[in-house]
């Protein structure tokens, strides 16, 4: 599900013990807070960018989805991520139960992809897309 387009990455903050993760967004062309995603129960983050001396935070992201993925589909997903836990015949081991919601995040110089259990959204500023 499309959640918004065209917005800024602010920050991304890990938790100290590494099972959470805050995105927090603004508003492209005012730069007004948006919304803080709290992603808990992380077990999977991919953080690619391709920033040059002068870039850094705050950056341009084209979407922001999130899905709920459940079954034969969570599985799938993770062997296309190189999830790198796996029972002794190769199938992924799935954390926290069958089901998770995939938080992914792309666009401009930023590539973040999330897998977690739980997710939470403070909406601050422009409504949903």
């Known amino acids: 599900m499309l959640l918004w387009k065209d917005v800024n990455l602010d920050k991304l903050v890990v938790s100290p013990d590494g099972r959470s993760v805050q995105v927090v967004l603004s508003d492209m062309t005012q730069g007004m ?11 999977l983050l991919n953080f690619q960018n391709i920033f040059s001396d002068e870039d850094g935070f ?3 992201i ?6 709920f993925v459940e ?3 969570v599985s799938d ?4 991520q190189h ?13 926290l139960g069958e089901s998770m ?7 401009g110089d930023v590539l973040v992809k999330i897998g977690c259990r739980n997710i939470f959204c403070n909406q601050m500023g422009l409504g949903w897309v």
């Open 71 to 73: 079954g034969d589909a």
């Open 83 to 95: 999830f790198m836990f796996s029972t002794s015949i190769g199938h992924p081991v799935l954390p």
């Open 101 to 107: 919601i995939w938080v992914h995040l792309e666009g």
């Open 58 to 60: 705050a950056c341009y």
């Open 33 to 43: 807070p948006l919304a803080i995603l709290e992603c808990s129960d992380c077990f």
């Open 77 to 80: 997903l993770l062997v296309s």
């Open 62 to 67: 084209g979407e922001v989805k999130c899905d």
